[in-house]
């Protein structure tokens, strides 16, 4: 049966990896993966009675609330007005379908995105627009059908913008596309290591391969992308302080000469409320997943906010 619904998401996402001159307000024009037709202007993105269908967020607005870019803004609008998580996960698999192959030289470890459930690898190259400004384009790749439909909303959302336009963009935008609330709490980390990552290779492509440390974790420690990744992990908890510092030159031959990586964790969260010690730790040990195997030790102090 036919479903207009289904195929107005289609094209509006249709749309965004096509970069079509026309404006979606104004009515799309695009081949149906599914269909030969055409499907003309006259059918618009519009709340109409006869459809029931409601654009709640709007692209601007969504922009606006967490610093998306323009390709990103419309794509999580477009997923937002969904309300079937069969649906969603099948744009979901289509974003997968038409992700452009990734170098395999480019599937190195120092592109491999940690703490997901599938093997990630995401990478930046930087271009001249005609502006003068550098501009980021990624390339990706899961071995996950559903990760890889991650990979390629953002890879598809935040190419052609710079670093700087691509590290405001407020993670969280992944709960007002609907996305988050069906994945599970290993894919979300995964998604927001993904997203960091990408962040931090934007820079790096600007910046000519330097490792730079992001705006959110500077601290003494930050030159240290392990030290980075940690925080972002960790971010998940929601902690309302923490305190991530190395200790690596307490130990007899420091981090230059015996490339270990030690720390010490001070973190506070409700979510810890009502957990033992050792179930504190263990919670932080599942979410670090493979990056513990890139840490020598790390001493951890988790505490709920009424013992602090």
């Known amino acids: 049966m036919y479903n207009f619904y289904s195929e107005t998401i289609l094209i509006l996402i249709s749309a965004i990896w096509s970069r079509s001159p026309t404006n979606m307000a104004q009515g799309l024009s695009f081949t149906h993966p599914t269909r030969s037709r055409k499907i003309g202007t006259a059918r618009k993105w519009a709340p109409t009675e006869r459809t029931g269908l409601r654009m709640t967020l709007t692209a601007e607005s969504l922009s606006q609330e967490y610093n998306l870019t323009p390709d990103l803004a419309a794509m999580t609008s477009a997923f937002a007005s969904i309300d079937d998580d069969k649906v969603r996960y099948k744009q979901l698999m289509f974003l997968a379908n038409r992700l452009p192959a990734m170098e395999p030289a480019l599937m190195v470890s120092e592109n491999k995105v940690q703490g997901c459930l599938s093997t990630v690898y995401v ?56 996305i988050a609330q069906t994945l599970t709490p290993g894919r979300n980390n995964g998604f927001l290591n993904m997203l960091a990552l990408m962040k931090q290779k934007a820079h790096e492509a600007e910046n000519g391969g330097k490792v730079v440390a992001l705006e ?93």
Do not use: W
Not at 123 to 141: C, K
Not at 263 to 292: H, K, P
């Open 123 to 178: 990478d930046a190259t930087p271009s001249t627009g005609d502006d003068g400004r550098t501009l980021i384009a990624f390339s990706g790749d899961s071995d996950g059908v559903l990760t890889k439909g991650l990979v390629a909303l953002l890879v598809r959302g935040l190419s052609g913008n710079t670093a700087s336009d691509i590290e405001k963009v407020v993670p969280d935008f992944i709960k007002a596309a609907g």
């Open 216 to 308: 959110d974790d500077l601290s003494d420690t930050s030159a240290n992308p392990i030290h980075n990744a940690i925080l972002t992990v960790l971010s998940v908890l929601q902690p309302t302080s923490m305190n991530l510092t190395e200790s690596s030159h307490d130990h007899a031959g420091s981090k230059e000469l015996d490339g270990e990586n030690r720390f010490n964790l001070v973190i506070v969260a409700d979510c810890f409320g009502g957990l033992s010690a050792n179930q504190r730790q263990e919670l932080i040990y599942t979410l670090l997943g493979d990056l513990m195997t890139k840490i020598s030790s790390l001493d951890i102090i988790a505490k709920s906010p009424s013992e602090v």
